[in-house]
């Protein structure tokens, strides 16, 4: 199983980007999702996750501002990000808890980081 990230770049204070995960491989059943992010020099943190029941959290820094979604048919979840801080930059992680086996446990994957960065 792989999990491919992208959308990352460079936008202005204020921009809008549209990060994506798409899970590849054999996949059972994909439960919860999610985006974390690292800036240099600090520890990894949860941005944004669904759970397998399909809620949603965000972390305070970003709510209001960010959107996580996912399309089950794609095996891919997004994170749509509004009014981007040059606070929010960093590398942006994927991560997905997925299923490979029939009646197998949940395993988690992680996609190669998307750099996200913000001018002011």
């Known amino acids: 199983v792989q999990l491919q990230a992208s959308g990352g770049g460079l936008v202005q204070a204020g921009g809008s980007l549209r990060l994506s995960c798409a899970a590849s491989g054999t996949i059972v059943n994909i439960n919860a999702v999610g985006w974390y992010r690292q800036a240099p020099g600090n520890q990894r943190e949860l941005v944004a996750g669904?759970?397998?029941?399909?809620?949603?959290n965000y972390a305070d820094s970003v709510k209001g501002r960010f959107t996580i979604s996912r399309d089950t048919a794609k095996n891919t979840h997004y994170l749509q990000m509004n009014s981007l801080k040059p606070e929010d930059t960093a590398l942006y992680y994927c991560?997905?808890?997925?299923?490979?086996?029939?009646?197998?446990?949940?395993?988690?994957?992680w996609g190669q980081g998307t750099l996200v960065t913000v001018s002011s």
């Open positions: 991560n997905a808890y997925i299923r490979t086996v029939p009646g197998g446990g949940l395993l988690p994957y």
């Open positions: 669904i759970s397998g029941a399909r809620t949603t």
